[in-house]
């Protein structure tokens, strides 16, 4: 078993920027991913953004690109998601993943395949 906590979320105005950390309780496989995921009210959950453990290959929703960037820290089993000129569509609640099974690949955002959850953290951006 994995856990995953979330932190770094909060209010923002439209074009400010925020920095989501995520912790995991333990090392996991060289073979994952890990993903942020995000829930805006009334919306199904959406990958925005993963990052593989070995190399570091990185996938984006096409609404954050270049915007948000995703790293991960295998020392300190973290990965951060940084966000820049954020907008009022970005209000979410934000949810860290992990994928203990992944490949490289345009399906590193597909939240069926992720299989350990974090609580999440709120990002809310007013315009």
Do not use: H
Not at 89 to 110: H, K, P, Q, S
Request: net charge positive; hydrophobic share 35%.
């Amino acid at each position: 078993q994995v856990q995953l906590v979330e932190s770094g979320g909060g209010s923002v105005q439209a074009g400010g920027s925020l920095r989501l950390s995520c912790v995991l309780s333990r090392l996991i496989s060289a073979k994952a991913c890990l993903g942020w995921f995000r829930q805006g009210p009334g919306l199904e959950r959406e990958g925005v953004a993963a990052v593989t453990i070995d190399e570091g290959y990185t996938n984006y929703a096409d609404s954050v690109k270049g915007r948000f960037t995703i790293s991960r820290d295998n020392a300190k089993n973290t990965v951060d998601l940084q966000m820049n000129s954020l907008k009022p569509e970005d209000t979410a609640m934000y949810v860290c993943a992990a994928n203990t099974n992944c490949r490289a690949g345009a399906w590193m955002l597909r939240r069926s395949d992720y299989n350990y959850w974090g609580q999440g953290t709120q990002v809310t951006v007013s315009s």
